[in-house]
């Protein structure tokens, strides 16, 4: 075999299995491609680290059960992302009706957030598909 033809030959094959790569990773869901459970768990534990260090959005949990709030939190982000979880928490407009929460207060909770998923390696595409889903309940949660 010639080495054009061996070229073409590991051309093909790689382009063969860099589709299976990319058809796999679009069927996972998005908590399978955020690395699951685990870094479910971390990025939530580095939310309530980040949330205790703001000064703004520490005022809206000082009353916070903390330990609930990581349970609740952590099942929510799970069910959101497609994993096999149930949600067994109160709905967000209930939870987070008599807060008032502003928009502005929303997206600095949101960039506590994305620095949660950084601390936790979480990859930048995957961060933008987590955030995609976490936006969508903003309208359940500020101005109430
Ligand atoms: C991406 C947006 C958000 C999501 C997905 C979210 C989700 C949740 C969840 C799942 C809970 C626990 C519910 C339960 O205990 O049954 C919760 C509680 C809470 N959230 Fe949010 N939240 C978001 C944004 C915010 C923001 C921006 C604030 C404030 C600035 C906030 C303030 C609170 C507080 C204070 C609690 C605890 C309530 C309590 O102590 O009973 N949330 N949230």
Do not use: W
Request: charged letters at 25%; one cysteine or more.
């Amino acid at each position: 075999m010639n080495a054009i033809k061996l070229l073409l030959m590991l051309f093909l094959i790689s382009l063969i299995f860099g589709t299976i790569a990319c058809v796999s990773h679009a069927q996972q869901s998005v908590y399978a491609q955020m690395g699951g459970q685990p870094k479910v768990e971390e990025v939530v534990e580095n939310f309530i680290e980040e949330i205790e260090f703001d000064r703004v959005i520490f005022e809206y949990f000082k009353d916070t059960d903390v330990d609930r709030f990581r349970e609740k939190l952590i099942e929510h982000v799970c069910y959101l992302t497609g994993g096999q979880c149930e949600y067994t928490g109160d709905a967000m407009v209930r939870v987070h009706a008599g807060m008032d929460i502003t928009e502005t207060d929303f997206n600095r909770g949101v960039d506590l957030f994305i620095n949660a998923m950084n601390k936790a390696q979480i990859p930048h595409p995957i961060q933008n598909k987590v955030l995609a889903i976490l936006a969508k309940t903003r309208k359940e949660i500020i101005y109430l």
